[in-house]
Each structure stands twice: as C-alpha cells, then as structure tokens.
C-alpha cells in the first residue's frame, strides 16, 4: 500500500482525496499555487509545496513542478483528482517513468479514450450502442455530404479531440453543412490543435445518464449504477442525481452491462465512467468515456455506502475489486454551488466570503473548501462547494435539498443557491421530465 500520496489538485476535490487518505493511514502531500497559500487542502494535508505563481499554466499543470514535488517529497503516488492533469495522457507516462504511481488512468488508456472517434469504434468493437453515423474521422467535406445523405438529417458533428461540446454543431438541412463543417473544424483547430471531425444521427432533446464503472488489474469491471446529468448550462452540469428519475429497472441492467462490457473490453483499471445518451424512447448511446473521479461521484456513494477514493487508491495499488455490481438503496441529489450570479446570466463572482453558515443534519453533506473570511481567487473554476442531499425517496431528497438551500448562508459574493433554491420548485423538475434541453428554456424568477 502506499506510504505518502501527493494531490496535484485544489480546492474541495483535494480535501476528498486528503481524508480518505487519512482514513487508510497514507501521508499527504498537498501543493498549491501562491493564489492558494490559505486554502484548506494546504492545511489539512501532512506536507505542503508551493508550486508556483496563481495561473494554473505556471502551477497546476506545470507537470514539471509537480514531478518535483512528488520527488522532493518522497510521494509513491499522485492522485489527480478531475480537471488539471487528471486526463493527461503525457503526464500519466511521466509518472510512470519516474516510478510514481498515476492514481487514474494508462496513459495509452486516456490516449485511446480522449480520442472521441477511436472511442466510439473501440465502443462499436464491444458491441456497445452507439448513435449511427459515420465510422471514425471524416476525409473531407464531399464524404461528410455522402454520410449526411445516408445518416439521414438531422445530424451532429463532433470533433475527436473534442468533449463539452466544443466544436459540436447540429446540422438539420443540407444547405447548412459546408458552414457548420468548416466552422467545428475551425473551432476544433483553435480549442485542441486537431480539426479531425466524426459524424452521428442527431438525437433529439437526449438526457444524458451516466454509468459509474470501476476495473481492476485483473481486467474484471463492476458497475455502480448511473447519474442523471441532464441538468447542464452550456455543457457545464448544474445538479445530479440518483437514481435516475428516467431509468427502469431493465434499463438499469442494460446500461450498467453494457458500461461492463466496454470496461472489461478495453481492460480499464480504476474508477471510470461511460456516459450515455438516452432518447425518449429509452434507446441508449455511448457518447464519452471519462478515465478520471467525476465531481459528482458523491452522490453514487451517498447511495451505494461506498468510497469511490478509497476504491481508486485500492485499485491502483494492486487489490481486485469485488466484482459486484451496486445498485441504489437511497435516493441522492448534488447541487453544485458555484460564485457565479444567476440574476446576471451566471457570471462569476470571485471575492472574500464574509459569512458563512452551512447547512447539517441527517442526509446533508458537503463537500466545499471555502470558510467565513476565504478570499476566492479568480483564477480558476467557480465551484465553491457541493451540497448532496440523501433520502429514502426522490420527494424526501428534494425536500431536504430546498431546507437544507434555505438554510446555507454565503455573504460577500453571489452563488449559485438561489437558482437551485428555484430548480426544487420547477414543475418540470419535480416530475423528473427534464432532459439536456431543460436550462434552455429555464427562467430565473425576480429575487
Ligand atoms: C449529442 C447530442 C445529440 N445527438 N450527440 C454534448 C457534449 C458532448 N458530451 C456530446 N453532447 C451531445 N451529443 C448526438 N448524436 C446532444 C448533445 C448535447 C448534450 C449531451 C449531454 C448533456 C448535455 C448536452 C447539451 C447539449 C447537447
């Protein structure tokens, strides 16, 4: 097992790994940036090394003084927790050459996954539904034409290199395929340096249902059921939850096999997840494959009584999993609080929290970084703190998520919690009949 692990993240997802560690008797490494010198994660963790000036570029990614600080410490392994370097393919080799463990994914793994064409034909090659369309990368704009044509409109083009639907565009009639063509290879060239685009049938008002997978070095794969994500801002997810208000319990099966096999497939190790498109009349797509610990991995845990962290540090230090597959015995939600403005198109709202109560009490838990008087930086993303709520029942969840947001105080900047306060009341909500197109026509009502 391993001795000392360095968390080359910040804010509450290093506190997450750093007290899991703790319980497993493993020594911390925490490191930050100048823009982080009081953060908890530094405060909490055995040993602390500052890696450089607030931008990211210069500490967070800078895989060198990462390295460094693994070496100077003495770290056996990293956990990258999400975002930074958690997917980095150059970055999960250099571990490797160093000797240092890489808590995620080979980097021939992430290569092969973040590679969205050759996901989806290694998917086709598992015998995992996949959206038809067309097979890898397209040549050039006289094939995209041709595969229209046999796809039939409407259609999506997608960039390999892609995710978060940066160079996606929906293309419904042919007399808009050159702009959209040219204008998601331009997009794809500029975000990712690689213009290579695939083609899928359209489907309409999709949600998007997540399957939590873990693989072992044995090649074996358990699932631990799904997260409904359809509740997504410009592709950035607001609030999820399990079970999915859409799921039945033969879908259930169906997805979480497939999710298996696609592991199992590709010899996955580690805490992985296969994200799904569903349509309205219950077919299931493969869309992405994550090799990283999500954000809202809480939720799975709330439900399922399990550590997702514990399980990754157990899983890269050798020991099998169990082989079972979990199944919810409770219902849990996350509304992601963010220090953005909701009154004001949801634009960030950086600034020193002047007050701050949270919430408690049976089946509330929070998982956040930020204490009364903690300066939030500009520089990164404007997740401040995520509040799961967990019950019996999805009415008894939501119900706990409306007094648990009426009682969570944050002064000095704006948040998040109104728009969620108003989510819990939305009709459309409450009946569960929401997919990816719900934040389109939600409208936050005058404070
Ligand atoms: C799609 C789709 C409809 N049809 N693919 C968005 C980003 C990336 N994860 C893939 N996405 C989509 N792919 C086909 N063939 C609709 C989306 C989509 C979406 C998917 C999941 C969650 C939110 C979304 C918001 C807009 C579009």
Known sequence: MFKKILIANRGEIALRVIRTCKEMGIKTVAVYSKADEESLHVKFADEAVCIGPAPS???????????AAAEITNADAIHPGY???????????????????????????ISKMGDKATAKETMKAAGVPCVPGSDGIIADFEECKKLA????????????????????????KEEDLLKAWEGARQESAAAFGND???MEKLIEEPRHIEIQIIGDSTGKACHLSERDCSVQR???????????????????????????????????????????????HRNFYFMEMNTRIQVEHPITEQVVDYDLIREQILVAAGVPV????????????????????????????PGRITNLHAP??????????????????????????KLITTAQTREEAINKMKRALDEFVIEGIKTTIPFH???????????????????????????
């Open 322 to 349: 169990s082989g079972k597959n979990y199944y919810p015995q409770l219902h849990s939600i996350e509304c992601r609080i963010n220090a953005e403005d909701p009154y004001n198109n949801f634009r960030p709202s």
């Open 83 to 109: 975002g930074f370097l958690s997917e980095n393919a150059k970055f999960s080799k250099i571990c490797e050459e160093h000797d240092i463990k890489f808590i995620g994914a080979s980097a021939e793994m």
């Open 360 to 385: 408690g009490g049976h089946g509330v838990r929070i998982d956040t970084h930020v204490y009364s008087g903690y300066m939030i930086p500009p520089n990164y993303d404007s997740m401040i703190a």
């Open 196 to 198: 290579g685009m695939y």
């Open 149 to 172: 044509l046999e796809t039939g409109y409407p259609v999506m083009l997608k960039a390999t290199a892609g995710g978060g639907g940066k160079g996606m565009r929906a293309v419904w």
């Open 421 to 447: 306060r108003q989510l819990m009341d939305h009709p459309d909500y409450i009946s569960g009949n929401y997919t990816t197109k719900f934040m389109e026509d939600f409208e936050m009502e005058k404070a």
């Open 234 to 280: 410009r592709h950035q997810k607001l609030t999820e939850e399990t079970p999915s208000p859409f799921m039945t319990d033969d879908l259930r099966e169906r997805m979480g096999a497939a999710a298996v096999k696609a592991a199992e497939f590709i010899k996955y190790e580690g805490a992985g997840t296969v994200e799904f498109l569903v349509d309205k």
């Open 57 to 67: 570029s210069e500490s967070y990614l800078k895989m060198s003084n990462v390295i």
